[in-house]
């Protein structure tokens, strides 16, 4: 089992939808979650962090983190064309060496 | 643009071949990461400088190395390369060692023959 798993989806929304992008994790260890955004043929960019447990918002983008169920979200509102790329998930412990360990990405298309 | 450049954008080579990929961190970073992207195993991180010394290190395999120089670009050698080894590889930047805030570069895209 992969310490931390995403749904590659494809997902597939119209313009305006609320997008839910979501993660889960086994190790209890991870205090730092983050999300990562990936357009085509380009390196990631981080979106949002957040530390343990709680909700953060950004504009349109809100980040959730639910330890006790050891799952995260990403909540996208009023969703643009724009939007359309791969979400990826990372995580880390905290320390010195915090290594990320990454999901593997869930692409979004947002149709006009 | 984030502001690390790595060269070249496209390497075709062939199996049993050796390559080095070459990344420059953002001004004023110290820590450069290396990771390996391929469709089925996701973004998997390789190893980790910080100023010149190997700080952490993931799924890296025994023909891969990579090192730090004092003007603090790095390099990632790939050597007896296999079919397998075809991906997108990524170098990122930090300020610290350990941070979650990664800089990403554009990445140079592996192909083996």
């Known amino acids: 089992q992969k310490e931390v798993e995403q749904d590659p989806g494809p997902l597939s929304v119209p313009e305006g939808a609320i997008v839910s992008l979501n993660c889960t994790y086994s190790n209890s260890a991870f205090q730092y979650f983050m999300w990562y955004r990936q357009y085509s043929r380009k390196g990631p960019e981080l979106l949002m962090y957040t530390y343990s447990s709680g909700n953060k918002e950004d504009g349109r983008f809100t980040a959730q983190v639910d330890k006790s169920s050891k799952y995260i979200s990403l909540f996208i509102r009023d969703s643009q064309p724009s939007d359309s790329a791969t979400y990826l998930c990372?995580?880390?412990?905290?320390?010195?060496?915090?290594?990320?360990?990454w999901g593997l990405g869930t692409s979004l298309a947002v149709n006009p | 643009d984030s502001g690390v450049t790595q060269t070249p954008k496209h390497l075709i080579t062939a199996t049993g071949q050796r390559v080095t990929l070459r990344c420059s961190p953002r001004s004023g970073d110290l820590s450069v990461y290396w990771y390996q992207q391929s469709l089925d195993q996701g973004l998997q991180f390789l190893i980790q400088y910080y100023n010149g010394e190997e700080r952490a290190k993931g799924n890296i395999l025994e023909r891969f190395s990579a090192q730090q120089f004092p003007d603090l670009h790095s390099e990632l050698n790939l050597s007896s390369l296999e079919l397998g080894d075809s991906a997108l590889y990524f170098c990122a930047s930090s300020s610290r060692t350990g941070v979650y805030e990664q800089y990403f570069g554009p990445g140079t895209r592996l192909t083996v023959t």
């Open positions: 990372a995580m880390s412990r905290t320390g010195n060496n915090r290594k990320l360990i």
